[in-house]
Protein backbone atom coordinates (compact mmCIF):
# COMPACT_ATOMS: atom_id res chain seq x y z
CA UNK A 1 0.00 0.00 0.00
CA UNK A 2 3.19 2.61 0.89
CA UNK A 3 4.66 1.54 -1.95
CA UNK A 4 1.57 2.78 -4.39
CA UNK A 5 0.80 5.87 -2.80
CA UNK A 6 4.03 6.84 -3.21
CA UNK A 7 4.30 5.67 -7.22
CA UNK A 8 1.24 8.12 -7.33
CA UNK A 9 2.77 11.12 -5.45
CA UNK A 10 5.81 10.46 -7.24
CA UNK A 11 4.24 10.53 -10.47
CA UNK A 12 1.69 13.20 -9.94
CA UNK A 13 5.12 15.31 -8.69
CA UNK A 14 7.49 14.75 -11.74
CA UNK A 15 4.19 16.08 -13.72
CA UNK A 16 3.73 18.59 -12.60
CA UNK A 17 6.80 19.72 -12.80
CA UNK A 18 6.98 18.54 -16.49
CA UNK A 19 9.93 16.11 -16.04
CA UNK A 20 10.16 13.09 -17.81
CA UNK A 21 11.50 10.03 -16.55
CA UNK A 22 14.49 9.94 -18.46
CA UNK A 23 15.13 13.58 -17.25
CA UNK A 24 14.13 12.83 -13.72
CA UNK A 25 16.54 9.66 -13.84
CA UNK A 26 19.32 11.92 -15.01
CA UNK A 27 19.15 14.14 -12.39
CA UNK A 28 18.80 11.69 -9.48
CA UNK A 29 21.33 9.26 -10.98
CA UNK A 30 18.43 6.54 -10.69
CA UNK A 31 17.85 4.10 -13.46
CA UNK A 32 14.97 5.45 -15.49
CA UNK A 33 13.30 1.16 -14.93
CA UNK A 34 13.84 2.17 -11.03
CA UNK A 35 11.51 5.18 -11.84
CA UNK A 36 9.10 3.55 -13.58
CA UNK A 37 9.30 0.94 -10.61
CA UNK A 38 8.42 3.21 -8.55
CA UNK A 39 6.08 4.88 -9.94
CA UNK A 40 3.65 1.99 -10.12
CA UNK A 41 4.25 0.57 -6.60
CA UNK A 42 6.77 -2.31 -7.97
CA UNK A 43 9.77 -1.38 -5.97
CA UNK A 44 9.72 0.41 -2.19
CA UNK A 45 12.63 3.86 -2.43
CA UNK A 46 15.48 3.63 -0.02
CA UNK A 47 15.93 6.69 1.76
CA UNK A 48 18.74 7.55 -0.39
CA UNK A 49 16.73 7.79 -2.89
CA UNK A 50 13.70 9.50 -1.62
CA UNK A 51 16.34 12.80 -0.65
CA UNK A 52 17.58 12.39 -4.47
CA UNK A 53 13.81 12.87 -5.87
CA UNK A 54 12.77 15.26 -3.57
CA UNK A 55 15.92 17.31 -4.71
CA UNK A 56 15.15 16.77 -8.06
CA UNK A 57 11.30 18.02 -8.11
CA UNK A 58 12.31 20.55 -5.63
CA UNK A 59 10.78 19.65 -2.68
CA UNK A 60 11.69 18.67 1.19
CA UNK A 61 11.75 14.94 1.94
CA UNK A 62 9.32 15.95 5.18
CA UNK A 63 6.90 17.44 2.59
CA UNK A 64 6.86 14.66 -0.52
CA UNK A 65 6.37 12.38 3.31
CA UNK A 66 3.35 13.95 4.04
CA UNK A 67 2.25 14.00 0.85
CA UNK A 68 2.64 10.24 0.63
CA UNK A 69 0.90 9.66 4.15
CA UNK A 70 -1.83 11.93 2.92
CA UNK A 71 -2.25 9.65 -0.51
CA UNK A 72 -2.26 6.37 2.00
CA UNK A 73 -5.22 8.38 4.15
CA UNK A 74 -7.47 8.96 0.86
CA UNK A 75 -7.14 5.09 -0.49
CA UNK A 76 -7.94 4.05 3.46
CA UNK A 77 -11.08 5.96 2.63
CA UNK A 78 -12.08 4.22 -0.48
Same mark, same amino acid.
Do not use: C, H, W
Given at each position: MVRKAFGVVLRNLREEKNIS *??? #???LTSVDRVTIYRFENGLM *??? #?ESIFKLS???NIKPSEFLT?????????QKT
Amino acid at each position: MVRKAFGVVLRNLREEKNIS *QEK #LAELTSVDRVTIYRFENGLM *QPT #LESIFKLSDAINIKPSEFLTLVEEELKRNQKT
